[in-house]
């Protein structure tokens, strides 16, 4: 059965979280690098603002955690909130492919 996809509220919400969770996660995974490579978190937070290239590998490695957010929503059966998490993560795209291969 093909289900016929309608943008509601739940596919909104989903896609906030996809958008607002990597934004929350960058800073902890510059805290953990920082840690893990003996590095001053301050001088990674201003090369983060400062070069696109490394703003670029910091937000991918941030988006990965939806995967958790998409697995929780797909068990419980919020199908709408799991596509707004796909859609959320998937705005980020353009500007990763643009500094990845275009630029």
Do not use: C, H
């Amino acid at each position: 059965m093909k289900r016929k996809f309608t943008w509601n509220s739940r596919v909104t919400v989903g896609m906030l979280i996809g958008l607002l969770s990597p934004m929350i996660i960058v800073p902890l995974t510059m805290v953990v690098i920082a840690w893990a490579q003996n590095f001053y978190f301050s001088a990674l937070w201003s090369k983060f603002f400062i070069d696109l290239t490394v703003m670029s590998k910091f937000i991918s490695l941030s988006i990965i955690p939806n995967l958790i957010w998409f697995y929780i929503f797909l068990n419980k059966e919020r199908y709408d909130l799991a596509r707004g998490i796909i859609i959320g993560s998937a705005l980020f795209l353009p500007f990763i492919l643009y500094v990845n291969l275009i630029r």
